[in-house]
């Protein structure tokens, strides 16, 4: 009902930096809250960071001080600008969305998954 596309994702030595998007699209929707997660081989997924309707952001510890989430309304995108990469960065990340889908005659919430890009952090 909505779809996310990411982009952004690749190789990078430690140390580097990687920014990735993730665009909603679709038909009467409206988003509020939307976030980052990541999944590496053998772990479970994990969230990075959201941000909230009104533009607050929260992140995992693992990831505070050198990751920053935003976003823009206007074109229905989420970025993650990560900065300071890790190899225990490395994994695949996706986009989450959540909001509402309105009609005349209903009000239906969604949440909505990227289809998930490869990070890899390696010299």
């Known amino acids: 009902q909505v779809q996310l596309v990411e982009s952004g994702g690749g190789l990078v030595q430690p140390g580097g930096s990687l920014r990735l998007s993730c665009a909603a699209s679709?038909?009467?929707?409206?988003?509020?809250?939307m976030g980052w997660y990541r999944q590496a081989p053998g772990n479970q997924r994990e969230s990075v960071a959201t941000?909230?309707?009104?533009?607050?952001?929260n992140y995992a510890d693992s990831v505070k001080g050198r990751f920053t989430i935003s976003r823009d309304n206007a074109k229905n995108t989420v970025y993650i600008q990560m900065n300071s990469l890790k190899p225990e960065d490395t994994a695949v990340y996706y986009c989450?969305?959540?909001?509402?889908?309105?009609?005349?005659?209903?009000?239906?919430?969604?949440?909505?998954w990227g289809q998930g890009t490869q990070v890899t952090v390696s010299s």
């Open positions: 941000i909230s309707n009104g533009g607050n952001p």
């Open positions: 989450n969305v959540q909001g509402v889908r309105t009609t005349s005659r209903a009000v239906t919430p969604f949440l909505s």
């Open positions: 679709g038909s009467l929707f409206s988003i509020n809250a």
